[in-house]
């Protein structure tokens, strides 16, 4: 397995942008898959998918809600994906997951993923 560990997250007004960072170490990341989810606080909150991107960074894929506005992207050199988050609205606060998939291309559900981080809490003010 690979560990992760995120960073980047904060408070920030709406409108604004955070920069999220995933570093990864142990097995070789090149060969994973990786995502990005986010969870809202909250009994029965589900871990929600935000975006992906395959281990070459040659496709990626976004949810609905995030079209537009996230990006991800690697840097194999340094063993981190990010997830650039512009124009920011208070339906985006959340614990963002990092998360890489040893197996899948493209995975964009929870179960196809193998390794996740702790999480960094990204806070959107109104």
């Known amino acids: 397995q690979v560990q992760l560990g995120e960073s980047g997250g904060g408070l920030v007004q709406a409108g604004g942008s955070l920069r999220l960072s995933c570093a990864a170490s142990?097995?070789?990341?090149?060969?994973?898959?990786m995502g990005w989810f986010r969870q809202v606080s909250g009994p029965g909150s589900e871990r929600e998918f935000v975006?992906?991107?395959?281990?070459?960074?040659?496709?990626?894929s976004y949810a609905d809600s995030v079209k537009g506005r996230f990006t991800i992207s690697r840097e194999g050199p340094k063993n981190t994906v990010s997830l650039q988050m512009n124009n920011l609205s208070p339906e985006d606060t959340a614990v963002y997951y990092c998360?890489?998939?040893?197996?899948?291309?493209?995975?964009?559900?929870?179960?196809?993923?193998?390794?996740w981080g702790q999480g960094t809490q990204v806070t959107v003010s109104s």
């Open positions: 142990g097995r070789t990341f090149s060969n994973y898959a």
């Open positions: 975006a992906a991107i395959t281990w070459s960074g040659d496709r990626t």
């Open positions: 998360a890489a998939s040893r197996w899948r291309v493209l995975p964009v559900a929870t179960s196809e993923y193998d390794s």
